[in-house]
């Protein structure tokens, strides 16, 4: 039997948790991913969990951009959401097999216009190679990053 890795044992941990964390596209713009408790996460993040938790609290030192476009039919989480939409950034959810956007930024900001270096610096752990302005969900294939998927806890062995 293989030896369970640290980064592993992290991502079980987040098994059943809303972990959130952020990206960039190929146009520097920045999202929030979440995993719905069930989704992947990169590697990279992983690796600096607390940090990117604390820089999550400091969204609202970034600049209110202006309104945004929620995309789900209900509206029930979207008060969670609109702080980030509200400062430009894409919002993306894990949906079974992929990252579904659910919310689109009327005015998007770019990495470089984030005056909060530590959350641009997080963002830039997962970078993905499709434009979060033109995608509707984002396979993980599209982001070169290295995976990993918190198991259930039944599942390990």
Not at 122 to 139: G, H
Request: aromatic share 10%; hydrophobic share 45%; glycine share 4%.
């Amino acid at each position: 039997m293989a030896a369970i890795t640290r980064r592993q044992k992290v991502a079980d941990k987040c098994w059943g948790l809303e972990v959130d964390w952020l990206a960039v596209d190929e146009d520097g713009h920045v999202s929030l991913m979440s995993t719905a408790g069930r989704g992947p996460i990169p590697a990279r993040v992983l690796d600096r969990l607390t940090a990117v938790n604390r820089s999550l609290s400091a969204i609202n030192d970034v600049p209110l951009r202006g309104e945004a476009e929620w995309l789900l039919s209900t509206r029930d989480v979207f008060d969670v959401w609109v702080p980030w939409l509200r400062r430009g950034l894409f919002a993306f959810d894990w949906a079974v097999n992929d990252y579904s956007i659910i919310g689109r930024p009327h005015n998007p900001a770019m990495i470089d216009e984030i005056p909060v270096a530590t959350v641009a610096e997080l963002a830039r752990l997962a970078s993905f190679t499709v434009s979060f302005e033109q995608a509707k969900d984002l396979q993980l294939t599209d982001a070169a990053v290295e995976w990993y998927w918190p198991r259930h806890p039944a599942d390990r062995s």
